[in-house]
């Protein structure tokens, strides 16, 4: 599991990261996220991911699942920019 | 990956389906060479053979679906097509799907969860089963038939669906690859994912394909190019040729994921295609 550091004069406490994705409206539907997910996992999957992309006709949308572990590269392989980690503490 | 390939055979006149392992295709590797050996044993019930190849699942840019016929007039027709079915379709126990015959009634086909269902007169939306995030489908929409609503099947194979009273297909995937060699397979897989600018067509904000982060300006369009031989036998974007119609990145690519390919076989499936598209090209 990733961990950020706080910024600032306190010593520094670990949080846990967290994935989100904030721009959905950009996604073009190529599941390299989905696929990233899994592979860090040891497979190839639609369902072992820790994000499931669905599609109602117009646009995607995003489920992620806070229990599996994520990494940045999850986050850098999105080619639309969609995705982001943040700080769960 | 074994050296058998198992294809799924769907009978529309019984509705009924079967699935077969074929020992003798590995030579063929997969999409167009799969297909081309298919339709040499079945030629004379002039299916309409869906297949994907080895590397759907596995790298970017291999992202589309090869499907092969005869049109109304006899003459064999040979498209791409994105959309996630390849992808889907990889994640199933099946490497091609065969359809044979002629429904009766207006049928739509559901594969999930290794069950064949031929659901009967289904008009209108689209139906819930087997749709989900792990499911791809083909349906018609006016004149055009699509998969997943937006990506374009060549015409032709509409009229042939349309022929053989299929109102629709849909795949759901149930299956999980385990990765044996994970280092040096996400190194690859990384490699060949920079790869992209050396893709023929830019980079662009469309839907795009299953494995594919380009949302190219013609990611709905089917396509085919003729000079294609390997790239075709992965089932690789005709705009990835760069990439897939080498030899040493597939071999690469096989050995990365554990496989040992020989060598010979990738070097000689191109004239097998090229023979083959010219012994079949007509009814």
């Keep these: 599991m990733p961990r950020l550091e706080s910024a600032g004069r306190y010593p520094p406490i670990e949080v846990m990261a967290k994935l989100v994705a904030p721009h959905m409206e950009r996604c073009i539907g190529c599941l390299l996220c989905v696929l990233c997910s899994s592979r860090a996992r040891g497979s190839i999957s639609l369902e072992d ?7 109602d006709g117009t646009s995607f949308s995003a489920q992620v699942d806070a229990g ?6 999850i986050v850098k392989i999105c080619p639309r920019n969609c995705l982001a980690l943040t700080e769960d503490q | 990956m074994s050296r058998n390939r198992t294809i799924l055979y769907l009978d529309l006149k019984k509705h009924t389906s079967q699935v077969k392992v074929h020992a003798d295709t590995y030579e063929y590797i997969g999409g167009i060479g799969l297909s ?79 069950k064949i269902e031929f659901v009967l007169n289904q008009r209108g939306d689209l139906p819930s089963i087997g749709l989900s995030n792990r499911s791809s ?3 018609f929409d006016g004149d055009q038939v699509l998969i997943d609503r937006y990506f374009r099947l060549d015409p032709r194979l509409g009229e042939r669906l349309r022929g053989q009273n ?118």
């Design chain 1, 49 to 55: 991911s820790a994000i499931r992309i669905y599609f």
């Design chain 1, 68 to 73: 599996l572990p994520v990494s940045e590269e």
């Design chain 2, 36 to 114: 081309l050996k298919l339709l040499s044993l079945l030629k004379e019930e002039n299916p309409v053979i869906f297949s994907i190849g080895p590397f759907n699942n596995s790298f970017p840019f291999v992202s589309k679906v090869c499907s092969i016929f005869y049109d109304t007039e006899g003459n064999l027709v040979e498209s791409y097509v994105g959309g996630r079915l390849g992808l889907v379709l990889s994640l199933t126990s099946f490497e091609a799907v065969v359809v044979t015959g002629r429904s009766a009634n207006s049928v739509f086909i559901n594969i999930s969860s290794g």
């Design chain 2, 137 to 139: 489908f083909i349906n």
């Design chain 2, 166 to 283: 299929v109102e629709g297909l849909a795949i759901s995937a149930d299956h999980s690859l385990k990765i044996e060699k994970r280092d040096e397979y996400s190194k690859l897989y990384r490699e060949i994912l920079v790869r992209g600018r050396e893709l023929s067509v830019p980079y662009d904000n469309f839907f795009s394909c299953a494995g594919c982060p380009a949302g190219c300006s013609l990611s709905a369009q089917p396509e085919y190019d003729p000079s294609l031989t390997l790239s075709y036998c992965l089932v690789a974007c005709g705009f990835a040729a760069n990439i897939f119609n080498n030899v040493p990145t597939v071999f690469a690519c096989f050995q990365s994921l554990g496989f040992d390919y020989p060598h010979e076989v990738l070097e000689e499936v191109s004239d097998k295609i090229k023979r083959m598209r010219s012994d079949y090209a007509h009814l």
